[in-house]
């Protein structure tokens, strides 16, 4: 990459506990879920903005992020008076639910879209953009988990994420997918309240899998802590508008606080990580 790391302001900045790259919304919300929006923006602070070589298409596309996931996480946020954490630039600069060492941490293709800024970083480089959101990100979650657990309030770790109506390709019948791993506590209620209503076609590891490579903040914050988790992909173009937005929060806010009063879900959290 030609250009010298500069983050437009963001590294020195702090807001809510975390750098300007991170936002953590109402901090000292008391109801049992933490939500978490690895994907959240696509904004590009100077010098990628132009250096990535995209164009502002490209940087509004979902490529760049999971456009209206954000809109439903805070929605979530405030009916259930929960604590929200979520990223501040895009991606495509670094993308937060990837372990460091994977290869596409700092991707050079996204879908059919190169990207060729993200071509051959030096390790400074590579450091500046972990240390400017991913490594800011996951240490506001953890931040916010010890804090909780130490109050002794109950937690769930729930992220929100958007997918694509078609892939390289291929049409996703889902509207929404629920993604999990060993801890099945979240995920099987809300699978069956949702599939109960008969109007969702809902995905159980659909779109994706942990066996993808999507599943990074939640097995590192919410099953190494043996808290109940889930992450929730929604279809975007069912999230296009803010009113959508909302349908989609009044309709999963009442699914999930329904999974914990199931029982399934033991929310004092066992370990700490």
């Avoid at 604590?83 to 600069?93: D, F, H, W």
């Avoid at 729930?158 to 999990?180: A, C, D, N």
């Avoid at 995920?187 to 209503?197: F, G, I, K, M, S």
């Avoid at 929604?234 to 009063?261: F, Y």
């Amino acid at each position: 990459m030609g250009a010298s790391p500069q983050s437009g302001g963001l590294k020195d900045g702090q807001a809510g506990g975390a750098t300007r790259a991170v936002a953590v919304e109402n901090a000292e919300g008391a109801g049992p879920f933490v939500f978490v929006c690895d994907h959240a923006s696509n904004f590009f602070p100077p010098p990628y903005d132009t250096s990535l070589g995209l164009s502002e298409e490209e940087k509004a596309e979902h490529i760049a992020w999971d456009p209206g996931a954000l809109g439903v996480a805070r929605r979530l946020s405030k009916s259930l008076d929960a604590p929200l954490v979520y990223t501040a630039v895009s991606r495509l600069i670094i993308d937060c639910n990837r372990e460091e060492t994977r290869a596409d941490l700092i991707p050079c293709l996204s879908e059919t879209t190169q990207i060729a800024g993200n071509r051959d970083l030096s390790a400074d480089e590579r450091a500046f953009r972990l240390n400017l959101v991913h490594r800011p990100f996951h240490k506001a979650i953890d931040r916010m988990l010890v804090q909780r657990l130490d109050r002794g309030l109950p937690t769930a770790l729930v992220s929100v994420h958007s997918f694509t109506p078609v892939y390289k390709g291929k049409t996703r019948p889902w509207e929404i997918g629920l993604i999990s791993e060993s801890d099945r506590s979240l995920a099987d209620p809300v699978l069956e309240a949702l599939r109960t209503r008969g109007d969702l076609t809902v995905g159980d590891n659909q779109p994706y899998a942990p066996s993808d490579g999507v599943y990074y903040t939640i097995r590192r914050h919410g099953e190494s802590r043996q808290l109940p988790c889930l992450m929730i992909e929604i279809r975007n173009d069912e999230v296009k508008t803010r009113e959508q937005e909302g349908h989609w929060a009044e309709m999963l806010g009442p699914v999930l606080s329904g999974a914990l009063q199931s029982g399934t879900a033991d929310i004092s959290g066992g370990a700490d990580a």
